[in-house]
């Protein structure tokens, strides 16, 4: 892991470990049509984690594409083999983690139009 890589990974370390989360409570509506309501939040957020998770998928797919074609140049205009092994296959690191916090709202926001209530305990 050269120096970079290691400067990286410890202001990572660093950024989530004084990061403040969040805890949430959610108690259901009260109604029947409520209830429904809620469970039509949860569908659509459903939808959108799959939405999210695909499109995580389709940029890492796209990064490692990108990687590769760096690669191919790289070795293409070497002009030895000790060239070719200063060419890193992996340039840039690909992350694959999707980020549901839209879903995860939009859900709160509809969960409480239809009469639930979401309790927000910050954790610090």
């Not at 259901?28 to 459903?46: I, L, R, S, W, Y």
């Not at 983690?97 to 709160?108: F, K, L, T, V």
């Amino acid at each position: 892991m050269n120096f970079k890589h290691l400067f990286l990974c410890c202001i990572a370390i660093f950024w989530i470990s004084s990061c403040t989360t969040y805890r949430y409570e959610y108690i259901a509506p009260a109604t029947e049509t409520g209830k429904t309501c809620a469970m039509q939040c949860m569908t659509t957020k459903q939808v959108c984690y799959n939405a999210m998770g695909q499109q995580a998928q389709n940029n890492t797919n796209i990064c490692h594409q990108q990687n590769n074609y760096s690669y191919q140049v790289c070795v293409n205009r070497a002009q030895s083999h000790d060239d070719v092994k200063k060419c890193n296959p992996n340039p840039q690191y690909c992350p694959s983690n999707p980020n549901y916090w839209q879903c995860d709202e939009s859900y709160r926001q509809c969960f409480a139009t239809c009469g639930g209530t979401v309790n927000v305990y910050k954790n610090e």
